[in-house]
């Protein structure tokens, strides 16, 4: 049998700066955030979860290497947000949620490709179950994709318009072209 060399179990609040801190080096990965605006991330998401993880509104998982010496090496994550309800092809035709947003998956460098994303992905679809969360969404970043679907996520319709990035390039009219 092989020996376990990580474990993964669900976050308590002590584990928030272990949290913020995964965020931001997601995000430094994913070449979204400039490093001086890290702290600050770091700051905000601290003050969000003091609050919103005993609430049961944010639901975390932490992995931990058991050799050579215990450490996190990874994490991933879970906003459980209210939605009005929508038709569906379950139960009564219809979902009240809540739905489930996936967030924070992360995993340290020399961590990756032995299996603690999938191990992660896999701790928070359980989790959800558990809590009857069925609807789970996320936005996928490149390296994200291929895990995300092998696990059964699909490609959505979502959109999105950045108000504060490009409100003034939003056209005030619409001309149609004459005919010449
Ligand atoms: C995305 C991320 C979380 C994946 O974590 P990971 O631990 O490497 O994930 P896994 O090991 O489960 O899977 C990654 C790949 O390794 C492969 N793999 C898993 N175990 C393996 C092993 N023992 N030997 C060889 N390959 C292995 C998987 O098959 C998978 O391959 P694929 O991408 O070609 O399908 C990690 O790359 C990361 O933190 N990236 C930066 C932040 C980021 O982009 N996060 C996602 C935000 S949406």
């Known amino acids: ?10 976050a308590v609040p002590d584990d928030i700066p272990l949290i913020a801190d995964q965020r931001a080096a997601m995000f430094l990965d994913m070449r979204a955030l400039s490093p001086g605006s890290q702290p600050e ?18 639901l975390g998982w932490i992995a931990e290497s058991i050799t ?4 996190p090496i ?9 939605i009005l309800p929508r038709p569906s092809t ?5 979902e009240r949620g809540p739905e489930g947003i996936v967030l924070n998956v992360y995993v340290v460098p020399d961590w990756r490709r032995r299996g603690v994303g999938e191990a992660l992905m896999r701790s928070v679809l359980t989790g959800l179950a558990e809590r009857t969360v069925h609807r789970i969404v996320l936005h996928a970043a490149p390296d994200g994709r ?8 699909v490609p959505t319709n979502e959109m999105r318009l950045e108000t504060r990035r ?12 004459t005919e010449k």
């Open 146 to 153: 291929r895990l995300y679907e092998r696990l059964g996520f």
């Open 41 to 58: 991330l770091v700051r905000a998401t601290v003050d969000y979860l003091r609050g919103a993880l005993p609430r049961g509104e944010y």
């Open 74 to 82: 990874g994490g991933a994550g879970v906003q459980v947000r209210p």
């Open 166 to 177: 490009g409100y003034n390039k939003v056209p005030r009219s619409t001309t149609i072209p």
């Open 1 to 10: 049998m092989t020996e376990a060399t990580f474990r993964v179990r669900e």
């Open 68 to 71: 050579p010496r215990s450490q």
């Open 90 to 94: 379950v139960d009564d035709g219809i």
